[in-house]
């Protein structure tokens, strides 16, 4: 409050308007050797506090005291139950790295060059249509609208008549089975340069490394789907009206304590949409007097749902810890530039795994930093929860993190259990908060009963309530079949960003023309991926994402319990590899480092 005062009683209080930062400080002498020495050795204590694995480690304090008020409180942590149970992924203090090698200038400029050639051509086309020597099949702008707001953005619309539609063939793909193991996918042809499409009523069963389907609970039969089609005979397909008009459906009320269960904190809400998740109730957590610090790789509905809540956005880059310590430091220091008053709340929004990197976040640190500077943690476990951890729980179980430690625990049921929406779980006050609050109670239906009933079976089959050990044999396969696959790729000199407990699995491929190339040259070998460039990726880093799972088939489990080597990937690597080498996209450097090395599922 004093140093509030004095700003507002100073005679340079006209220089707190101004754009720019000034900084007044005394004049110094010159820098002695041992001046220099000792802030390097503040800046080495720095990255000490906030390094990745000590803020793994140094918890007992911590823990010790969440401990007491567990006791206290009567909250079950939700950990504890399965503290004996063996963890997949090793010691916490040795989790794997993540890892995004780099490429050199020169395939850098090459790949530049080869977005310069992609454009050059666009604009040529595009003369050639204006002309009328080519038939223009692209929606435009009627021309007597032209003095009216424009429907279409000039680039987007370019780049989609000039480039996606080119390479449109390798997605939108229409599948017509279950997405599990393998998926079928309805054949259709294209004559005029995938503008419009013919199906001559075939389909073909593709090995399916393109879904989320983590756990493999994407299932047309088995315990969750006869749960679902009975729930249907019980409360039908839909609640037709809002929760806070009717309200919400048995199935999703009792799986709301499920999760809160699950996850060991107070209560949670689901919602029946996972985008929407993030994108609504964002805004009812912060206002323009907030602070929202973002990952620099969050999903569009986390920056959707920044730019909803009307709070002021920073970004720092991706799991660096000083850049996020950075940017906190100034924001008390310096305040709102706004108002020039101090921020009220200051959110920080992380996601668990990210989905285009492959990597997984440093919670660990980053609860370090909450903590330090009295902000607050949102975490986003939307491709993490039931895939991570060694029962399931996501990346705080992975880090041995406390969930109480988090403020705001969001994730997804569209990928690990094999349903739709999303949950937000967190202390009882900010549920509370959020069911009056959120837009979706008023604006949106509740779940649907199946959809919740589904996610409420495949959930209590990871937390092992139906008498089996089923969840944990499944969350086991996820990650050997993780590691294995990562590590074979490595081995044959492919690059793969993110860590080696990850399922999502991204390959670089770089150059534009090669997502065209891979998703059609894969579909011809039977199996179906995803390939990501521009706009979801930075232009210089096209690549093929695959998404790993626990599901096989019967003979391929069989096979894996013989000998412990089989994969269901095992004819993917065959055909990666052989594209690999036609297209000489094996960029990495540090395939001799796997040349040798026995991998073992």
Same mark, same amino acid.
């Given at each position: 409050?004093?140093?509030?005062?004095?700003?507002?009683?100073?005679?340079?209080?006209?220089?707190?308007?101004?754009?720019?930062?000034?900084?007044?400080?005394?004049?110094?002498?010159?820098?002695?050797?041992?001046?220099?020495?000792?802030?390097?050795?503040?800046?080495?204590?720095?990255?000490?506090?906030?390094?990745?694995?000590?803020?793994?480690?140094?918890?007992?304090?911590?823990?010790?005291?969440?401990?007491?008020?567990?006791?206290?409180?009567?909250?079950?942590?939700?950990?504890?139950?399965?503290?004996?149970?063996?963890?997949?992924?090793?010691?916490?203090?040795?989790?794997?790295?993540?890892?995004?090698?780099?490429?050199?200038?020169?395939?850098?400029?090459?790949?530049?060059?080869?977005?310069?050639?992609?454009?050059?051509?666009?604009?040529?086309?595009?003369?050639?249509?204006?002309?009328?020597?080519?038939?223009?099949?692209?929606?435009?702008?009627?021309?007597?609208?032209?003095?009216?707001?424009?429907?279409?953005?000039?680039?987007?619309?370019?780049?989609?008549?000039?480039?996606?539609?080119?390479?449109?063939?390798?997605?939108?793909?229409?599948?017509?089975?279950?997405?599990?193991?393998?998926?079928?996918?309805?054949?259709?042809?294209?004559?005029?340069?995938?503008?419009?499409?013919?199906?001559?009523?075939?389909?073909?069963?593709?090995?399916?490394?393109?879904?989320?389907?983590?756990?493999?609970?994407?299932?047309?039969?088995?315990?969750?789907?006869?749960?679902?089609?009975?729930?249907?005979?019980?409360?039908?397909?839909?609640?037709?009206?809002?929760?806070?008009?009717?309200?919400?459906?048995?199935?999703?009320?009792?799986?709301?304590?499920?999760?809160?269960?699950?996850?060991?904190?107070?209560?949670?809400?689901?919602?029946?949409?996972?985008?929407?998740?993030?994108?609504?109730?964002?805004?009812?957590?912060?206002?323009?007097?907030?602070?929202?610090?973002?990952?620099?790789?969050?999903?569009?509905?986390?920056?959707?749902?920044?730019?909803?809540?009307?709070?002021?956005?920073?970004?720092?880059?991706?799991?660096?810890?000083?850049?996020?310590?950075?940017?906190?430091?100034?924001?008390?220091?310096?305040?709102?530039?706004?108002?020039?008053?101090?921020?009220?709340?200051?959110?920080?929004?992380?996601?668990?795994?990210?989905?285009?990197?492959?990597?997984?976040?440093?919670?660990?640190?980053?609860?370090?930093?909450?903590?330090?500077?009295?902000?607050?943690?949102?975490?986003?476990?939307?491709?993490?929860? +039931?895939?991570?951890? #060694?029962?399931?729980?996501?990346?705080?179980? %992975?880090?041995?993190?406390?969930? &109480?430690? !988090? $403020?705001? *625990?969001? +994730?997804?049921?569209? #990928?690990?259990?094999?349903?739709?929406?999303? %949950?937000?779980?967190?202390?009882? &006050?900010? !549920? $509370?908060? *959020?069911?009056?609050?959120?837009?979706?109670?008023?604006?949106?239906?509740?779940?649907?009963?199946?959809?919740?009933?589904?996610?409420?079976?495949?959930?209590?089959?990871?937390?092992?309530?139906?008498?089996?050990?089923?969840?944990?044999?499944?969350?086991?396969?996820?990650?050997?079949?993780?590691?294995?696959?990562?590590?074979?790729?490595?081995?044959?000199?492919?690059?793969?960003?993110?860590?080696?407990?990850?399922?999502?699995?991204?390959?670089?491929?770089?150059?534009?023309?090669?997502?065209?190339?891979?998703?059609?040259?894969?579909?011809?070998?039977?199996?179906?991926?995803?390939?990501?460039?521009?706009?979801?990726?930075?232009?210089?880093?096209?690549?093929?994402?695959?998404?790993?799972?626990?599901?096989?088939?019967?003979?391929?489990?069989?096979?894996?319990?013989?000998?412990?080597?089989?994969?269901?990937?095992?004819?993917?690597?065959?055909?990666?590899?052989?594209?690999?080498?036609?297209?000489?996209?094996?960029?990495?450097?540090?395939?001799?480092?796997?040349?040798?090395?026995?991998?073992?599922?």
């Amino acid at each position: 409050m004093a140093s509030e005062v004095a700003k507002r009683n100073s005679p340079f209080r006209f220089l707190h308007k101004l754009p720019i930062r000034l900084t007044f400080t005394e004049k110094k002498s010159h820098l002695l050797i041992s001046d220099l020495a000792k802030e390097r050795q503040e800046n080495d204590e720095l990255k000490k506090r906030t390094h990745i694995l000590e803020c793994a480690w140094n918890q007992e304090h911590d823990d010790d005291e969440e401990e007491e008020e567990t006791k206290d409180d009567g909250v079950v942590d939700g950990s504890d139950d399965a503290s004996s149970t063996h963890d997949i992924y090793g010691d916490i203090g040795n989790r794997a790295p993540n890892e995004f090698e780099k490429i050199g200038r020169f395939t850098t400029f090459q790949v530049y060059i080869a977005w310069f050639a992609l454009f050059l051509f666009a604009h040529i086309r595009e003369y050639v249509t204006r002309l009328g020597f080519v038939k223009d099949l692209s929606s435009k702008e009627n021309k007597k609208m032209k003095d009216f707001v424009p429907l279409f953005s000039d680039f987007e619309a370019f780049y989609q008549r000039n480039c996606y539609i080119k390479v449109r063939d390798v997605f939108e793909r229409p599948i017509c089975s279950v997405p599990g193991a393998t998926v079928d996918l309805v054949d259709r042809v294209s004559h005029d340069g995938n503008w419009t499409y013919e199906y001559p009523g075939t389909r073909t069963n593709v090995i399916n490394v393109g879904s989320y389907n983590y756990l493999g609970f994407a299932q047309s039969a088995g315990p969750c789907a006869d749960q679902s089609a009975s729930s249907i005979d019980r409360e039908g397909l839909s609640c037709c009206t809002t929760v806070h008009e009717r309200g919400r459906s048995v199935s999703q009320a009792k799986l709301e304590k499920l999760v809160a269960e699950f996850l060991g904190v107070e209560d949670a809400i689901c919602f029946s949409m996972g985008f929407a998740t993030n994108s609504m109730n964002a805004p009812c957590l912060v206002d323009k007097h907030s602070l929202i610090i973002s990952d620099k790789y969050n999903h569009a509905s986390l920056i959707l749902g920044c730019r909803l809540s009307g709070a002021s956005t920073k970004v720092f880059e991706h799991n660096d810890m000083e850049s996020l310590e950075r940017i906190l430091r100034d924001a008390i220091a310096y305040g709102n530039p706004k108002t020039h008053r101090p921020y009220k709340k200051i959110l920080i929004i992380v996601e668990g795994i990210y989905s285009m990197e492959g990597s997984i976040c440093n919670l660990p640190g980053i609860i370090a930093l909450k903590k330090k500077y009295n902000a607050y943690l949102y975490l986003d476990e939307a491709h993490s929860i +039931g895939a991570m951890g #060694k029962t399931g729980k996501g990346v705080v179980e %992975y880090w041995g993190c406390n969930p &109480r430690d !988090v $403020d705001i *625990l969001m +994730g997804t049921f569209t #990928k690990s259990f094999g349903a739709a929406g999303g %949950y937000i779980a967190g202390s009882k &006050r900010t !549920v $509370d908060h *959020l069911r009056v609050a959120s837009p979706t109670g008023y604006y949106s239906s509740p779940m649907s009963p199946p959809i919740a009933q589904q996610i409420y079976t495949s959930m209590s089959i990871i937390m092992g309530r139906d008498g089996t050990n089923d969840g944990a044999l499944r969350i086991e396969r996820l990650a050997r079949n993780s590691h294995y696959f990562r590590m074979r790729l490595k081995q044959m000199g492919f690059i793969v960003y993110g860590s080696n407990d990850s399922p999502v699995v991204p390959m670089l491929i770089y150059f534009p023309t090669m997502c065209g190339f891979y998703g059609r040259e894969m579909l011809a070998r039977n199996i179906g991926c995803v390939v990501v460039s521009f706009p979801a990726t930075h232009m210089t880093e096209g690549r093929v994402r695959f998404c790993i799972s626990a599901a096989h088939t019967k003979e391929q489990l069989d096979e894996v319990n013989k000998n412990l080597k089989i994969l269901i990937c095992s004819n993917i690597f065959i055909s990666v590899c052989e594209l690999g080498s036609l297209s000489r996209s094996k960029f990495s450097r540090r395939s001799h480092l796997y040349k040798n090395l026995k991998i073992e599922w």
